[in-house]
């Protein structure tokens, strides 16, 4: 909430030598900040914010109050002048009928209300006048004046109808039904949201209570005789109207918060009184009221051990009765604990020890406490290694040439459809802010292929990668969060990515320290990608690490990619729970290998690396510490009109101890060619 | 035959012999091109024929029209279809596979300030850690001092998921209640989360990152707050910068402050970015007893203090010499932007 606050309206409560810019700066600091000054026609007005819980301070009188204490909190320098009113209204010549009734008192627990006649309907004086321009509101005319001067003066919202106006002199408070409808003041028609509370006369609904009186029983021109309402209203229905009309007033938004009771008196004698004085108002009916119990002076202790291990400092206990008293608070105790009792206007807001220990540590000034760092012990519990590995995660990629890109957890029904993404599965926003962001990503590709989209209109390779969380619908319960990573190069040779992203895959799990991964074709490769040209980086158990894919051509197009396009996906959890941060240390062997090539014709659809690895593992049941690498791979169009393809193998046969003699690099290559043959029919060409 | 048919015929031809996507929408161009494309021949012959004839062949055009664009499409996803029957090798070893070189790239600023915040705190023995981004109820509001109903609730412009009771966290003191649930104590704990709120303009996004600091132990004081906030301000804005407390209110911490460091720009004597030499930095406060409570704590033993502050704003709050015009940008994965020099 916001209050503007002219300096000579706050002077009419207020008696300091203290100029504006000075006080605005105590102001901030020791109590609501005051957002910025500004001069309007050499008057300067104050813009002060007020937290939800001082409703004291949506008024000038209780910004002034407040400052007094601000002020004087180490010497005098301001006065703080309440408004004085009188206890009683005059009693009336001749009483005009009226009867106010209400349905049920918990809607309006509080109100005072009276008939004034002879009014006239002026101009305001010009000091009231100003007082308003300056605050933002428009001057109409002297009764609608009164009406917001009282309430921006004492921060009690009030409301003045058309006496003559009021059908069947009735004043009845009840709470709407469905489907009732009120033009208000403005002009606008509103339907009530059902529950409302609302005034009627015998024919119709003359006030939406604390949003907006009705257009029907205004105060105009012709105005002679007005009701003067100040009632208090059952805050959560208030709220509840203004919020599903999106419709906060000031006064609605004063009343939501609740309101000293005490003021109500108060604002309906300083209405009645500034009637009589500008507008020539005659009470004309009794005093129509009725009062809620008195809240009781609920005390609350504070002990001034826990004060000063708060505060860290021991403020000795006359100040803290100062503090506490300059804001209205009754104290008394002695020693170590003290009973305080908050004001009237402070009751909802001061209930324990911390609310305490909050006013005096403001008014003692947080800037004057000490700085210390914080003693005792160090956390026990141990930092979760995730954080590390995920950051050599992000290292490795942008290192490798992707960049990091960040993009928003929502996306739209349609980029998941694309994907053909399970729609059972996807977690739905109640209210979005627009509609393309109304399902929390299932996958990063939702945000990051409509990215890819934009930026290849302006570079011709894109490599970009992403960390951050799915999500994934489980009934009603949470939805499960998964810490998902997601790569994709677009460029124009998809074979070449294909190999240069599973490249940066496999050289991640090395930077992981994961080792004894096998990699395969995708037995269930994710919908959106082609089934030929996808494959999984698995481990022994079979859990998938890495897979890395091509983007079919039909999905991309959907997204505007016409550039081949490569994808590689992880669980981060996959692989930070399997990265170890101790490297196995290599055995530095001081006898040669033996080295030869061994070439081989192979069906043409034959997985090379699949037949490397199975090479390899029958190279080192002879050779355990044998190696071998891809060295050459050829067809001829001769091979190719017998769909066969050649490769060469340069196999590397060692063991522990010694190179290996003939007998065992025989029987190694024997085996090999053997096992090759039989799994592969790949037929030994030459040695 | 007539020449609808003829076209038809021969277009039939040259759409089941393109072997490649390239080469259909190639064949689609020419098809109805303007200029010369078959199509559009015919259509010209139209405004030859006798008017009673016109009518007749126009549709007998339509129809074909119809059809060569279904034939288009069938082939197209034929060779959809194709393109995941081809014969390729995933296995490939790298050694003998062509790769692609890729220019450099860098880690996005927020995972850069994310660290920074990550490593300050971890120099005062705060643990890293992150909490849920969606959340139920409770632990974004109820536990947090905010029962259901209350006014102070619609501050967060929240989101809610279709799921009852369920949210998008507004803010990262969700964690707080997590972390005491733990039960370590003592607590020093620096969660680094997304959040999401109902709101955007280019100061606002409707996903950013939080950080929350919370410090739970015996006789904890707001001094000890200055002191930590102090080595978060010097290490990450600079010595040079100082912060003020002004109070405050928020419902999970009494006392509860707010955070000004003075403006780098104008070294807090006041200029456009800032108010009057000023910028705030965020809140934060003494944990309120009952969310001490809600924690599962023994409020009369533990207290501490808590805060919460925006990722992307201190990072726009340490460049704002530079041009961010617009803090969206950091969510839009623009390759300018994110690989600008170093």
């Known amino acids: 909430m916001n209050l503007t606050v002219p300096h000579i309206w706050l002077k009419d409560f207020l008696e300091t030598k203290i100029s504006p810019p000075e006080l605005a700066r105590k102001l901030s600091l020791y109590g609501p900040t005051v957002e910025s000054l500004e001069e309007i026609d050499n008057n300067v007005v104050y813009h002060i914010e007020v937290t939800p819980n001082r409703t004291d301070l949506m008024s000038i009188e209780g910004v002034a109050r407040e400052t007094a204490a601000i002020l004087n909190r180490e010497k005098n320098q301001a006065k703080f002048k309440p408004l004085i009113v009188s206890d009683k209204i005059k009693p009336a010549k001749t009483e005009l009928p009226l009867n106010i009734e209400c349905e049920n008192r918990s809607l309006m627990p509080q109100m005072m209300a009276v008939i004034m006649d002879d009014i006239q309907v002026l101009q305001s004086p010009k000091d009231l006048k100003t007082r308003l321009e300056l605050t933002g509101s428009r001057p109409l005319a002297n009764v609608i004046d009164i009406s917001n001067f009282v309430r921006i003066a004492l921060g009690h919202p009030l409301h003045i109808f058309d006496y003559d106006s009021i059908k069947g002199n009735l004043m009845r408070t009840r709470e709407s039904r469905k489907g009732e409808v009120i033009e208000t003041l403005d002009g606008t028609t509103r339907e009530i949201p059902a529950g409302s509370i609302i005034i009627e006369d015998s024919e119709r609904i003359i006030d939406l209570c604390g949003i907006m009186g009705g257009k029907n029983s205004e105060v105009t021109q012709n105005t002679k005789r007005v009701v003067v309402l100040v009632p208090l209203y059952e805050s ?452 | 035959m007539s020449e609808t048919a003829d076209l038809l015929a021969k277009t039939q031809k040259q759409i089941l012999d393109a072997n490649s996507l390239n080469e259909l929408s190639d064949l689609q161009l020419v098809i109805f091109s303007k200029k010369d494309g078959a199509m559009n021949e015919l259509i010209v012959k139209i405004s030859q024929l006798p008017s009673e004839d016109r009518a007749t062949f126009g549709k007998e055009i339509n129809e074909a029209k119809t059809q060569i664009l279904a034939m288009l499409e069938a082939r197209k996803n034929e060779l959809f279809q194709n393109e995941e029957e081809e014969i390729f090798d995933v296995t490939l070893p790298l050694e003998i596979a062509q790769v692609q070189s890729l220019a450099q790239a860098s880690l996005h600023p927020l995972t850069q300030t994310i660290r920074e915040i990550e490593d300050i705190f971890s120099h005062l023995g705060f643990l890293r850690r992150r909490y849920r981004e969606t959340d139920t109820d409770y632990y974004a509001f109820e536990a947090l001092n905010m029962p259901e109903g209350h006014p102070a609730r619609d501050e967060w412009e929240t989101f809610y998921l279709t799921n009852p009771n369920q949210v998008i966290t507004p803010h990262t003191s969700n964690g707080q209640i997590h972390e005491m649930e733990l039960g370590d104590l003592p607590i020093r704990m620096i969660n680094i989360s997304r959040c999401g709120r109902r709101q955007e303009d280019t100061t606002h996004c409707r996903t950013f990152y939080q950080f929350e600091g919370l410090l739970i132990d015996e006789n904890v004081s707001i001094t000890d707050l200055k002191g930590v906030l102090t080595y978060f301000v010097h290490s990450f804005f600079g010595k040079d910068r100082e912060f003020r407390l002004r109070p405050y209110n928020f419902r999970f911490t009494e006392p509860s402050f707010e955070i000004d460091i003075t403006c780098g720009v104008c070294s807090g004597n006041g200029c456009n970015t800032c108010k009057e030499g000023w910028m705030e930095l965020g809140g934060a406060g003494m944990v309120h007893p009952n969310v001490v409570k809600a924690g599962k704590l023994d409020s009369k033993i533990y207290n501490g203090f808590a805060f919460g502050w925006g990722v992307e704003r201190v990072f726009a709050m340490r460049n704002i010499s530079e041009a961010l015009p617009d803090i969206r940008i950091l969510y839009q994965s623009d390759l300018r932007f994110l690989k600008g020099e170093p």
Not at chain 1, 350 to 370: N, Q, S, T, V
Not at chain 1, 372 to 395: H, K, V
Not at chain 1, 477 to 483: C, H, N
Not at chain 1, 528 to 555: P, Q, R
Request: glycine share 4%; charged share 25%.
């Open chain 1, 236 to 687: 959560s229905r208030i709220r509840k109207t203004f919020r599903s009309l999106n419709h906060a007033t000031d006064s609605a938004l004063i009343y939501e918060k609740g309101i000293d009771p005490t003021l109500t008196r108060r604002a309906f004698m300083e209405t009645v009184n500034l009637l009589e004085k500008l507008a020539g108002g005659k009470v004309a009916s009794k005093e129509f009221s009725w009062f809620m119990e008195p809240v009781k002076g609920a005390s609350v202790k504070l002990s001034l051990t826990q004060l000063e291990s708060v505060l860290n400092e021991n403020i000795p206990g006359e100040k803290v009765t100062h503090y506490l008293e300059s804001l209205g608070m009754k104290v008394t105790g002695n020693q170590d604990v003290y009973h305080v009792t908050p004001p009237s206007w402070r009751k909802e807001d001061i209930k324990i020890p911390e609310d305490i220990i909050e006013e005096i540590a403001r008014l003692h000034g947080l800037g004057e406490l000490k700085i210390t760092m914080p003693g005792g012990r160090l956390p026990e519990a141990i930092i979760e290694p995730n954080f590390q590995f995920e950051r050599i995660i992000e290292n490795h990629l942008a290192s490798f040439g992707l960049s990091e890109c960040y993009s928003e957890s929502a996306t739209s029904l349609a980029n998941c459809s694309y994907l053909s993404l399970a729609i059972k599965d996807l977690v739905h926003i109640e209210n979005p802010l627009i509609a393309e962001r109304s399902v929390m990503r299932p996958n990063l590709l939702c945000n990051l292929l409509p990215a890819v989209s934009n930026n290849l209109s302006r570079f011709e390779d894109v490599a970009v990668f992403e960390k951050e969380r799915t999500f994934k619908a489980v009934g009603n319960a949470l939805p499960v969060e998964i810490m998902s990573l997601t790569c994709i190069l677009a460029a124009q040779e998809a074979d070449k990515i294909f190999y240069t992203l599973r490249g940066i895959g496999e050289s991640l799990l090395s930077a992981l320290l994961i080792g004894n991964y096998s990699l395969t074709k995708s037995q269930n490769p994710k919908p959106y990608l082609m089934k030929n040209k996808t494959c999984d980086l698995k481990t022994a158990d079979g859990t998938v690490l890495l897979s890395v894919g091509v983007l079919k051509t039909s999905v991309a197009e959907k997204f505007g990619i016409h550039s081949p396009t490569v994808i590689m996906e992880a669980e981060v959890e996959t692989l930070t729970t399997r990265a170890t941060k101790l490297r196995k240390l290599p055995l530095m062997l001081n006898h040669p290998s033996v080295v030869e090539d061994l070439s081989f014709i192979v069906p043409f659809q034959t997985q090379v690396g699949d037949l490397k690895r199975l090479a390899e593992f029958e190279l080192r049941t002879q050779c355990p510490l044998g190696k071998i690498m891809m060295k050459d791979l050829y067809d001829t169009l001769e091979l190719r009109s017998k769909k066969q393809k050649g490769i060469t193998l340069s196999v590397s046969y060692q063991t522990y101890d010694k190179t290996p003699n003939p007998q065992t690099v025989t029987k190694a290559r024997e085996t090999i060619i053997e096992k090759l043959q039989n799994t592969f029919q790949a037929q030994i060409r030459s040695i």
